[in-house]
């Protein structure tokens, strides 16, 4: 069925083949426009899918527009959200929304979110990002659809990497068991994943007897021509009795030349991001939209640029202003390198790699995480780095293996999926057996940007910190993410290192003390060209109380923004903070902070997480062991509000979570003022 | 090979064909005494892969008992620690221990625990007990096998029902893309699960293709033939290329005929337990293992009793001590009825099953957590129970596809397993998209008993707690889970609730107040023959302060506890204390703490859970929400000290955890006078 009127039954709208051939052009057009202007997002798997995209929401499934809650729609779930570009475009083409509108692509507040939010764009059926989730959740909407007898059917779109995750096999197992002959899944198979070919990640091959040997009824298709997409969707449609999977064969970066088939592509956009007007030139040129000239697209560019700058003036008005502007490299004072924390842990790797003791492992973002540094100049360590494909549950087992067998093992993914995923894996296989496996938590925290809540970890803290045996460390910059990398390879058992993605200001030196267990007390001292020599930084066994005004407690790149509220609260109402950098939080130093509350009694921790998951251990600590009655404290807690991320640039985010600088000294000095 | 002196290389002990099927009979019947000395384990599943066991490490294996990490030895990997018993018999017989010692099986400290600890038994390669584990760690120690170019050969045991498990397919399908040839996994397909036939819970078959498609050769074999046993181990040994399953055809239960192939012998001991002695004399006559005479089974029960007796001695005299004995039942002012958490659920679930907008999920553990009194008395709500194997991850999502269209889904297993293998489809599916999912987390606390410290949850309460949306009840008894399951029905997004397995004192009637967000101010008022009566509970917003030397924070069956300490102060030291039961834990009442601080000063709170996981959001309630710079007060938390827990029965555990009452009054009694 086309697009109808769900009140009357009419169609509203159909198309011709012909005209669904162009509608995918006008797809593609959109979706490189979006990806260019939003200087980030997934251009291979959304050029790769637009075909069938095309095909279901313009064509094939039942559904009204207009009424995006119509009970007796088709479904169609995304389960690979990281195709956002493509369902914006096509349910933008199909009516749910002016399409010009998704331009604002992965932009703050925008609601077209880096992975689909089924609350801010109609039509989305399901919030996704995390792989491996949405066929299971097809299969309970297929359930549903017979257990009240419904006549919709439910449609499934998978990568094929994602094949990697065991969950779908679960679902898989599941739908054949249920024979849910009313559940469609489409295989994406352009065959490349973030790390390279899929037969080289991760074999998958025979794809279609894998599906089959699970009970389901297996059609193929050439996932780019339109005639044959639309005759296999009408095939599947007819069979009984089964589950149907239609493994569409299709080419990464179809239609975009400098795109198709290079692994490159994967999560990138056009060279050169919004100044990249000539390459976003030549894929247009490529793929040859009807209607998209120049005009149009500087049409597009301006109502993206309007929004960015609408949000550039909220963003900045809710940043607490003081008598100057203190952000980084705002002044000669202010002056910082600024370098993503991940860079000190594919450095220590690439040292500790020497070793023949140490093995890596990859889940199919490698190089992002900096885990290829370790064979990245030494090629002949490959044999000591394992690719397990998206597949963090074994990964983490597979490490496990390793270790057991006396290697110190690292693994690593986003800190959502390395600590999320795996959870029980960890506590049962890592903790409990007391295994020397170092979880290396990439992209911890808001400031992973642009890909939206899915992917910015938030809970890690709190979800590793009560598992017996495990230690954590939240370095505060890419110097000390080196310096602990190194620690943790010395150490035996289970610890997680947690760092973050985006460049962050370098507040250490290779001379700052670092000593696991130990925090280090940094005060402001006086100003200086570099930021950094502005402070002096002693271990916490050694700092000699100077009954400062404020203590602020902080871990990871919290750290930096701390230091710098300690700068605005000297020179502006001449406080003087304490600032503790907890780089280990398992287990935390409680003298230091028992210390803090002594000697100072105003604190403030601050930490790019849930709020409460690293300060409750802060409020923990100081109160039961303060050890006095009467000892007289103001504590407060500074965190992310219990609320999901947001698409955005990470510093625009850091601002609108309220976690700059600017808000931890608005903060503590409003602390501050309450005590008397 | 068989049995070998590492040293030399030496033959140590070799057995014919013959021998070997009487070695499997003597280790039927050591897993039968020691099942039945325990009151609990996993017959059926141990008792079907016995032949398998005795020919692998009584003949097949390249092992030296004397040298249990000999470098060069053969890896046996049980991915199903539940079949802990046979796992002991064989390695007994093999000489790593004296083998009349498992029949300490399930004791506490013993060693022999519910599901095997690599740290406390000789021989056993990985502490495992969650399913579909040992795969990947069989994978990455095969893998490094390969690295290091060794020789020997890693094994794999699974479970057919285990295969439910995604996890299990990734392994599988990373052991074939590294084309593992020393890997030999061995499935014991005995063709029951703890739900049914694994057909009906979750199909399997074509099982042979499965693997066949995913890489693997496949050789099938009976698995109570040593004959075909020992043949298809060799033959399995000289296959080359890739990695290698054996599907042993197997009989639930074998051996004793009372027990094959029938349901319920999953995870039960034979009728009667320690008290059976027919059930366990005519399980012996069935095997007919050479020597096994009631003079031996004497003896070995004599072992276990005396341990037990030094354990009973131990664990009393660990317990604080009072003018009198205040347990539970000890004497007419202490009579409490015990009910399982669990029934609470069972009862309320069965009401609210007469809705058809509600809907229920299996995970192969229906019956244990109560899932089944959905159905029970109504046949015809089968429709709307779904059953979804051993598969967490898909369960979740499946419940999620239900509740997008409207529905109220109820999933539920084990802790452990319902919020941990499953975290990051509760955080994105259910949490990000904010279903109408209720997660029925029980089995928690280390009242879980002789299973082990791998299905003791004791981490999910923080695990839970910082997601965004998602809301936890943790209550008291079975009264007031049949409340909180209610209430939670009728509030939309996802809910957890924490529950218990082992019965707990019931402490509440239904006519005690129970408010959604609102803790119970509890105060005992004077001895009465019914403990419950003794108290008196209002709404902590009803509450008026009576000016309290004490205040002990406690959820879940440790406001029990509480209570009874409470009863304890005031007979012991006319100490008053304001009990404070959270079952809401998110969201926490922070009135009633910030008044217990502002009113008492002096606070105690108890965890069935690692310490600080509830404690510490307790800890930033006070902390924070404190309001004044001034306001003197004493904190402290009592839980589980950042270990695992231990196989034992329940109220063993909880003595030697430190969770009773009388632990609880002598803490709050330090506290108190460390006030002054």
């Not at 809970?459 to 460390?473: G, K, V």
């Not at 950094?532 to 923004?561: H, K, R, W």
């Amino acid at each position: 069925m086309p697009i109808v009127d769900s009140k009357t039954g009419e169609i509203k709208k159909d198309y011709s083949l012909e005209e669904l051939v162009e509608k995918a052009k006008e797809m593609r057009a959109y979706s490189m426009v979006a990806i260019t202007v939003a200087g980030s997002g997934h251009t291979g798997g959304s050029l790769s899918i637009t075909d069938i995209a095309a095909a279901l929401y313009l064509k094939h499934i039942n559904h009204d527009p207009a009424n995006p809650e119509w009970n007796e729609r088709d479904r169609v779930f995304w389960s690979i959200g990281h195709k956002a570009p493509v369902i914006y475009a096509a349910l933008g083409l199909a009516g749910y929304f002016p399409i010009a509108e998704m331009v604002k692509l992965r932009k703050l507040w925008s609601g077209f979110e880096g992975h689909p939010n089924r609350f801010t764009v109609p039509g989305i059926e399901l919030s996704s990002g995390s792989l491996g989730q949405g066929l299971g959740v097809a299969v309970g909407c297929a359930l549903n659809g017979r257990l009240e007898k419904k006549n919709y059917k439910v449609f499934c779109i998978l990568g094929d990497g994602e094949l990697n995750e065991g969950s779908v096999w679960e679902a898989i197992m599941s739908a054949a068991h249920y024979r849910l002959d009313n559940l469609i899944a489409i295989v994406d198979r352009n065959r490349l994943q973030i790390d390279g070919p899929t037969e080289e990640v991760m074999k998958l091959e025979n794809l279609s007897d894998k599906w089959q040997s699970f009970g389901w009824q297996v059609l193929e298709v050439d996932g780019h021509s339109m005639a044959e997409i639309l005759s296999t969707l009408k095939k599947a449609s007819e069979i009984k009795g089964k589950p149907i999977v239609i493994i569409a064969h299709t080419i990464k970066g179809k239609g975009v030349s400098f795109a198709e088939n290079v692994v490159g592509y994967h999560g990138i956009c056009p060279k050169d991001g919004l100044t990249g007007a000539e390459s976003l030139k030549g894929a247009l040129q490529d793929i040859d939209a009807p209607g998209f000239d120049q005009k149009k697209v500087d049409q597009l560019l301006k109502i993206a640029c309007d929004y960015q700058e609408k949000v550039n003036r909220q963003v900045e008005e809710s940043l607490p202003k003081f008598s100057k502007n203190y952000w980084w490299n705002s002044e000669d004072i202010m002056r910082v390198e600024m370098i993503p924390t991940r860079n000190g842990f594919g450095d220590a790797i690439a040292e500790l790699g020497e070793s023949s003791e140490v093995v890596t492992f990859g889940a199919d973002i490698t190089s992002s995480i900096k885990m290829d540094q370790f064979y990245a100049n030494n090629p002949e360590r490959k044999e000591r780095f394992f690719q397990m494909g998206i597949a963090e549950q074994n990964m983490t087992v597979a490490a496990a293996g390793f270790a057991k067998e006396g290697k110190t093992a690292f693994i690593g993914s986003y800190g959502v999926f390395v600590t999320g995923r795996n959870w029980d894996q960890i506590r049962t296989t890592l903790c409990y057996n007391n295994f020397n496996v170092k979880i290396v938590n990439a992209h911890g925290g808001l400031s992973v940007g642009p890909d939206g809540a899915t992917h910015q970890a938030l809970e890690e803290i709190s979800n590793m910190y009560y598992l017996p045996n495990m230690r954590i460390i939240v370095p505060a910059d890419s110097i000390e993410t080196k310096k602990g990398t190194f620690y943790i390879a010395n150490i035996p058992g289970p610890v997680t290192i947690r760092y973050a993605r985006e460049a962050t200001p370098v507040v250490t030196t290779k001379h700052t003390p670092f000593q696991f267990g130990i925090a280090n007390i940094i005060r402001f001292r006086a100003e200086k060209e570099d930021f950094v020599e502005a402070f002096e930084t002693q271990l916490s066994t050694e700092y000699q109380n100077e009954e400062e005004d404020i203590a602020l407690i902080a871990c990871g790149p919290m750290v930096a923004e701390a230091m710098r509220a300690a700068y605005i609260l000297k020179k502006e109402l001449n406080l003087e903070c304490r600032v503790i950098n907890i780089h280990t939080v398992k287990p935390i130093d409680k003298e230091a902070i028992i210390r803090a509350t002594q000697e100072i009694g105003v604190l403030l921790s601050v930490e790019e997480h849930q709020k409460g998951g690293f300060g409750n251990i802060v409020a923990g600590v100081i109160a039961t062991e303060k050890k006095a009655y009467s000892v007289p404290f103001l504590f407060d807690m500074m965190g992310v509000n219990d609320e999901f991320g947001l698409s955005g640039a990470p510093w625009e985010l850091l601002k609108v979570f309220g976690l700059t600088a600017e808000h931890i000294a608005k903060r503590a000095i409003e602390l501050y003022h309450s005590k008397k």
